[in-house]
Structure formats: C-alpha cells, structure tokens
C-alpha cells in the first residue's frame, strides 16, 4: 500500500492527470520505493500493455578524440594523447560488416569532438555504411557532435542535419544531455554546450523529420529538483515537437573518471529515477532500461517500475566501460528475450524507429 504522504499524487496518477515539479521531487525523495514502483507500473501497462521493445543493433565509436574534457568522461582523450583512436572509414565498415550475420536493424554511431574530422568523413561513413548495410537504420551522433560540426562548417545545424539525412542519417541518440542544470554543468562539463543548445539541435532535428532520444546523467552531483527541472524541459520540448522517440536514463559510472570519489548510484536510486521518468514524461511512449550501466538484472526488475524498453544487443561499449561499468559489453537476442519473458513481459524486437519487427 502507497504511504499516506503520496496520497494525492496516487490520485492524480489513477486519473491520468499531469504531474508537476513539486510531484516530482517528492516522488524522487519518498522511501516507499514500491509505491513509486506501483504507480509506474500502471502508467507503463495502461500505454503498453505487456510488451517490452529491443533492437538488435551495433555500437560504434569512431573516435575518443574530444576537446571538451567533460570531468564524469573516461573515455574520451586529448589529440595526441596516449590512448587517442580515430577509425577510417575502412575500419568504421569492417565493424559494420562483422555484424551482417546478427541481422542488426540498427547501427548506433557517437564519438568525440575530434577537430580533425569534418562533415565530409562523416557524409562518406553514413553512404558507406547505407551502401554495405541497405535497410540498417543509423543513429548516429549526439546534439553536441551536431553543434561542433556546425561551429567547425560555418553551417548552421540545420543545414548539417540537411546533409547527413540525405547521406542516411535516421535519428540522433540522446547523449550529450547530461543534467540542463547550469549549475551542474559548470561542475561536471563546463565546455558542453548548454542544456538550451542541446533543446534546441534536437527541436531543430524534430522540424525536420528527424526523430531523437533524450537522456539524463544521473547519480553525481545534481540534486533532486535539478532531475525533476530536466525532465519537465523534456516534457515541454515534446508538447511543442512530439519528436523524442524513447528516454534513457544513463547511472553515472564514477570509478576511472575526475568524480571518482562520489560513490555512484544504489539500486533504489536506479528504480527511482525509471519510475520517476515514467509519471513525469507522461508524453514519452517509451523509457529505456539500459543494462549497459545498471546490469542486465536490474534492467529486468526495472520492467516491474516503468521500462518498457530493454535497449538492444549493442556488441561494443567503450563509453560506460572507460569509466567502470562491469557489465557485459554483448548481449544475444535470445538474452533478451529470456529475460523480458522471465519478468512476465512480451518481448517485441523493433528497429531503430520503434517499428515493431517480431513478437515473440
């Protein structure tokens, strides 16, 4: 039973009515995990019944190459650096191919901010890949790749986004999200572009077809309010575009990275924050359960608070595992569907658009 001190959200929520800032933050500060589970759980199976969306895709990171320097970042180095790779395109294609036999739906591309590469690498990798892959969906590239392409051009975002929809771009990740917070980001990632820029790629994204993800870094040093403040810009970007696909939210790995000393996020933390996402982003159909950072398991249970989505087979991980993640980097269709079927859900396999491919 919901504690007493949650009873008019509880009402709001059985009668379909929007939440606010305020709901947020006592839902996200409450320690009747289940109730806020509870709640969730409803607002997910009145939207999707009992299925669970994954995708067959592939990872890959071109380049760790970057000039931001973001502190909660292990994987990204300095032009130079020890460590530093950028992938031709032949490689960036062989990785592509050794996937063909998976029959992937999705290729998932997002790298650094490498100054040596310009639009024209990644015109040619998006044909490329079109070409050896035709009917592969590519999500490539983050609002803050998009921006520095654009700053690095003399373009405008649009007309970047122009150029690589005609070479095969389909939708844009949601990373680079981060928390909007100003004050966060000055902590964390002072020469990211801004929460409003992020807003703004992704609204100009939806203007032109493209549909996009959003996430959310949690687990350092913002505070409740500032979650619940990033969530609702979400929200409000959504009323005006309908463009976001799915949200993702992505537990902070702290171990190898500048913030190694914060301890990182407990299990509840990781429930709390999908359930919270589902009664907020009342206008997202879809919340992911990524088992890169919180572990296959978790992902599962995360189904019973909320997620209706368990992300794909991805193959390759770099980003999350520079910093700590001890997760598998792979995981089989069969897996997914082992686990989706175990928590009492119907797996539906989709491709990169939410269009669903098999049920299972």
Sequence with gaps: MASRDLDDIVAKVEAG??????????LLTTRDLLAVGRLARLACR????????F?????INHTNVCVNGC??????RKPGEPGAFTLTLDEIEAKALASRGLSISELH?????????????????????????????????????????????GLTVEEVLRVLQDAGLVSLPGGGAEVFSPRVRRLVCPQKISGERWLEIHAAAHRLGIRT???????????????????????DLQDRTGGFLAFIPLAFQP?????????????????KMIAVARLLLDNFAHIKAYWIGIGPGMAQLSLHFGANDMDGTVVEEKISHAAGADTPEYSTREELVRLIKEAGRVPVERDALYSAIREY
């Design 17 to 26: 009515e929007r939440l606010g800032a305020d709901d947020g933050v006592r």
């Design 46 to 53: 009145r939207r999707h019944g009992d299925r669970v969306y």
């Design 55 to 59: 995708v067959v895709n592939r990872h």
């Design 71 to 76: 502190r909660f970042c292990a994987f990204s």
């Design 109 to 153: 591309i997002v790298g650094g901010l490498n100054p040596v590469l310009d639009l024209d690498y990644y015109v040619r990798m998006l044909r490329r890949l079109r070409r050896v892959l035709p009917g592969v969906q590519i999500k490539a590239l983050t609002a803050v790749e998009i921006d520095y392409l654009a700053r690095r051009e």
């Design 213 to 235: 993800n959003a996430t959310m870094l949690y687990g350092h040093v913002e505070t409740p309010a500032e979650r619940v403040d990033h969530l609702l810009r979400l929200r």
């Design 255 to 271: 171990r190898h990275t500048a913030l190694s000393a914060l301890p990182g996020t407990t299990g509840c933390d990781d429930l």
